[in-house]
């Protein structure tokens, strides 16, 4: 099946500096790659969705200078928190849609950000 | 490796139950979790069993035995609306998620 990977798998770092996590498809080319967060025992949160060559779209009420998408290929799409504060932790997800299956998602196993 | 095993698809009449299977094998065990998916929309939590036994949260239960493996996801009073994919997702040990493929439910009338 499809895997997606996701790098670091978890991540602490002091308040005011940058992290950024990669998520990549590992055998197959994703068109759209999604970024979503968790907290404990709660839905997925929609962050944002990014096509391949195109800016990323960011739903309502989340900071796009803040949370740098960056899909620069067909494999690998980056999140950057910038400027990162305690209010930041995290379980971060992403998944990635390939061009065959409009309809699937395939979902990554997550990076834990803490922010001291 | 990390497996997580469920139906691809499966089907059934409004007003039935159905039940959506799930075993895996992974590294360690620190809970599974279900989710509910409509098409375009992002996964909504349904349930996070970590103990053995049923786990009842109105129409939808889940059940886990961590010795086999194996959950499922129960799904009563089927409505229109219950017709979504489920994922199933293991959390490991490095607490990590894993995820299953997803079972797409079709409710029928």
């Known amino acids: 099946g499809a895997v997606v990977s996701q790098h670091p798998s978890r991540v602490i770092c002091k308040s005011g500096t940058s992290v950024k996590i990669e998520c990549r498809s590992l055998?197959?080319?994703?068109?759209?790659m999604f970024w979503y967060r968790q907290f404990p025992k709660q839905s997925l949160m929609l962050m944002a969705t990014?096509?391949?060559?195109?800016?990323?779209?960011?739903e309502q009420g989340v900071e796009k200078d803040k949370f740098l998408i960056n899909h620069a290929s067909l494999t690998l799409s980056t999140l950057t928190v910038t400027s990162a504060h305690p209010e930041d932790s995290s379980f971060y997800i992403c998944s990635a849609r390939g061009t065959s299956d409009q309809e699937t998602q395939y979902f990554g196993p997550g990076t834990r950000l803490l922010v001291l | 490796g990390q497996n997580i095993d469920q139906p691809t698809e499966m089907t059934a009449t409004e007003g039935a139950i159905v039940q959506i299977n799930c075993t895996y094998q992974?590294?360690?065990?620190?809970?599974l979790f279900w989710y509910q998916q409509h098409a375009g929309e992002a996964p909504t939590f349904l349930s996070y069993?970590?103990l053995d036994g049923l786990e009842e949260k109105g129409r939808f239960s889940s059940f886990l035995s961590r010795s086999k493996g194996y959950s499922y996801l129960l799904l009563k009073e089927l409505q229109m609306k219950d017709s979504a994919s489920y994922l199933c997702?293991?959390?490991?040990?490095?607490?990590?998620?894993?995820w299953g493929a997803g079972t797409k439910l079709i409710i029928k009338p």
């Open positions: 069993n970590v």
């Open positions: 990014s096509n391949e060559g195109s800016k990323a779209t960011y």
């Open positions: 055998d197959f080319q994703a068109t759209t």
């Open positions: 997702a293991v959390m490991d040990s490095n607490y990590q998620l894993i």
């Open positions: 992974t590294s360690g065990f620190n809970g």
